[in-house]
């Protein structure tokens, strides 16, 4: 039966996980908690992103009723106030281009301060006090893979501000994709030369063994 708060989406590229144990980023207040997290990438067309919208439109009306388009235009103008975005927005500050699996793309980030539920690829959840088992699934998921999300969003009215937000609720893994980040590193073992002064690698094998004087059935070894 489905539940109208709730979102779900079907085989969303999993990006940034910290589903293993909760995680506070290190540019944090020291005031934040940590969080089990993770952003979804989706298609533009992804059925899931309308839905989200739609239910999103539907709560910023019941909060804020007549001020709901200004409030909405105020937060989609500020990206720290909301849990979704163009993949064009999400930039590595290193290369100053998306992030792999982000152009084209939007996403979704959610969060929680308690594990979200694992579900089993048979459909069963996993019981939470199973530490192991939790884990276990958790490990096999990994930036670039494929997942089914159940997604909660929230509406955010505090000291912080107002904004959009998304409860992290359940997950489980879909398909194997291609691992973000998992490039082979370039081969540069040409640019490098003998260090002056410096002695034969100690970690190079050592000199082959001579063969053992291994006899033929019957016969003695030589050095008897």
Not at 6 to 29: C, G, Y
Request: with cysteine; proline share 8%; net charge neutral.
């Amino acid at each position: 039966m489905s539940t109208p708060e709730i979102i779900f989406a079907t085989n969303a590229v999993l990006s940034f996980p910290h589903l293993i144990e909760a995680h506070k980023s290190k540019i944090a207040a020291p005031t934040a908690v940590a969080k089990y997290s993770a952003d979804f990438i989706l298609p533009l067309d992804h059925p899931a992103l309308a839905q989200f919208m739609q239910r999103y439109t539907e709560m910023a009306q019941q909060k804020w009723a007549e001020h709901a388009g200004s409030v909405m235009q105020m937060i989609q103008s500020d990206r720290k106030l909301r849990c979704y975005g163009s993949g064009a927005e999400k930039v590595d500050k290193k290369t100053f281009k998306p992030y792999s699996g982000y152009e084209g793309n939007a996403f979704i980030s959610a969060s929680r301060e308690n594990a979200p539920q694992m579900i089993q690829a048979d459909g069963s959840p996993v019981d939470p006090s199973n530490t192991m088992a939790y884990q276990a699934l958790a490990r096999k998921m990994y930036g670039g893979c494929k997942v089914n999300v159940a997604l909660r969003p929230w509406i955010q009215e505090n000291t912080f501000g107002r904004g959009i937000r998304c409860d992290l609720v359940a997950i489980q893994f879909a398909a194997d994709g291609t691992p973000f980040g998992d490039s082979a590193p370039p081969d540069l073992t040409n640019m490098f030369g003998a260090v002056a002064g410096a002695t034969a690698n100690p970690f190079a094998p050592a000199a082959a063994m001579p063969a053992a004087p291994f006899a033929m059935p019957g016969q003695l070894p030589s050095f008897m």
